[in-house]
């Protein structure tokens, strides 16, 4: 065969492998397009799936920070009543010790003034008692000092007449006379220690009921109320915010017609060119 006619034959072959390769290229330019698009719908849904994912993780970790607020403040608060509640039991239970010691106190003090008032009275009739037999000592000496100087004045009489009479009466006047400023002297001072001694006795009195007093307790008051807890005010909590999908680039498709245009082209192209030649 000519070369001529071999070079009609390659060229015509040549432009129907252009317009076979172009089809094949358009083909392939689709399946491209189909395979970009797939990959940008599961690249969309993966991107859905982990707004979705973070989304829910948020909410349920918001959910969670609030119900555990919520649960340790009502703990909080719910331990606060019940120290509350303790603290107002001690309180009153140590008010009632308390007053219960100064019922005790005030017992006791009535008890020990008592005493002093009996103990008081026996003194007083003691220092009474020792004064009256003083008195009743007197009187009797008075007595027989008196009965003595009539016996002794008669006697004078009987023995002795005219002046010797008269001495011996006056003698024995003076001698009476100084026994009765004697028992005299004798009743002022025991008088004077009967004083004393009443005086000693309520001076010992007052200083044993000062000293009852003294150990009286102050009477016990009620502490004032403890103040009852209150619920603070709640903490804000701010709702997380919604993670939108993230954004996916369009896919990049090829327009399968230019590969089949520019493989028929050059398929004519090449075919015109075998035949002209």
């Keep these: 065969m000519p070369a001529q006619d071999w070079a009609k034959g390659l060229g015509a072959a040549g432009g129907v492998f252009s317009a076979v390769g172009g089809v094949v290229g358009a083909f392939q330019a689709s399946a491209n397009n189909s395979r970009a698009a797939q990959a940008r719908n ?11 994912m973070t989304n829910a ?6 959910n ?12 909080q608060f ?40 009996i103990g008081a009275r026996m003194a007083y009739e003691s220092q009474q008692a020792q004064f009256n037999e003083l008195l009743a000592s007197a009187a009797f000496e008075g007595e027989g000092a008196l009965i003595e100087q009539l016996q002794a004045e008669g006697r004078a009489s009987l023995r ?5 009479r008269t001495k011996a009466i006056q003698s024995t006047l003076a001698e009476q006379g100084r026994n009765a400023a004697i028992l005299s002297a004798s009743l002022v001072s025991g008088r004077r220690e009967y004083d004393r001694g009443m005086r000693d006795v309520s001076l010992q009195r007052y200083g044993a009921d000062m000293q009852a007093a003294a150990n009286l307790m102050i009477e016990p008051e009620r502490l004032p109320e403890l103040v009852r807890p209150t619920m603070g005010p709640a903490r804000t909590f701010v709702a997380p915010m919604v993670v939108m999908p993230e954004a996916v680039p369009p896919a990049q498709k090829t327009n399968p017609l230019m590969p089949l245009i520019s493989g028929v082209a050059s398929g004519l192209m090449g075919a015109a060119g075998g035949f002209t030649g």
């Design 42 to 52: 599961q690249a969309l849904e993966a991107s859905r799936q982990k707004a979705n």
């Design 57 to 62: 993780y948020n909410l349920e970790r918001f």
């Design 64 to 75: 969670a920070e609030v119900n555990d607020y919520i649960a340790a403040r009502q703990y």
């Design 78 to 117: 719910d331990t606060a009543v019940k120290q509350w509640q303790y603290d107002t039991e001690l309180q009153d239970y140590r008010y009632l010790q308390e007053t219960k010691k100064y019922q005790g106190s005030v017992d006791n003090y009535q008890k020990q003034i008592t005493f002093n008032d």
């Design 160 to 164: 002795q007449a005219g002046g010797s």
